[in-house]
């Protein structure tokens, strides 16, 4: 009873509550890969269309680690590439 789950104070960023549009073509760009960063995730966002050279209209939105609030869900989509080096010793609170 110490913690309250509700904590106006605590901001999270939920990648997904989000939508990334371009502005050259005036459509929603795709997720297409997740990095995982020290200090931040990058989520890359392309066209997914014939209009835009993704090279030209990607779109890269970083998140402060401790506010993303998508990791997990990132995770598990298939764009993901896991890293070599396993992540597994998360603390259990
Ligand atoms: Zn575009």
């Known amino acids: 009873m110490s913690s309250p789950p509700d904590?106006?104070?605590l901001h999270v960023i939920d990648i997904?509550?989000?939508s990334i549009?371009?502005?050259?073509?005036?459509?929603?760009?795709?997720?297409?890969?997740?990095q995982k960063g020290a200090e931040k995730n990058v989520y890359?966002?392309?066209?997914?269309?014939?209009i835009?050279?993704?090279n030209v209209t990607r779109t890269l939105v970083e998140v402060?680690?401790?506010l993303d609030n998508s990791?997990?869900?990132?995770?598990?989509?298939?764009?993901?590439e896991k890293d070599?080096?396993?992540e597994e010793g998360e603390p259990s609170d």
């Open 64 to 66: 402060p680690k401790h």
């Open 84 to 86: 070599e080096s396993p």
């Open 7 to 9: 904590r106006p104070d």
């Open 44 to 50: 890359t966002y392309e066209c997914d269309n014939e």
């Open 16 to 18: 997904f509550m989000m």
């Open 21 to 34: 549009k371009c502005g050259n073509c005036d459509t929603y760009q795709t997720i297409v890969k997740f």
């Open 52 to 54: 835009c050279d993704p």
């Open 71 to 80: 990791t997990r869900r990132a995770e598990e989509l298939p764009y993901y």
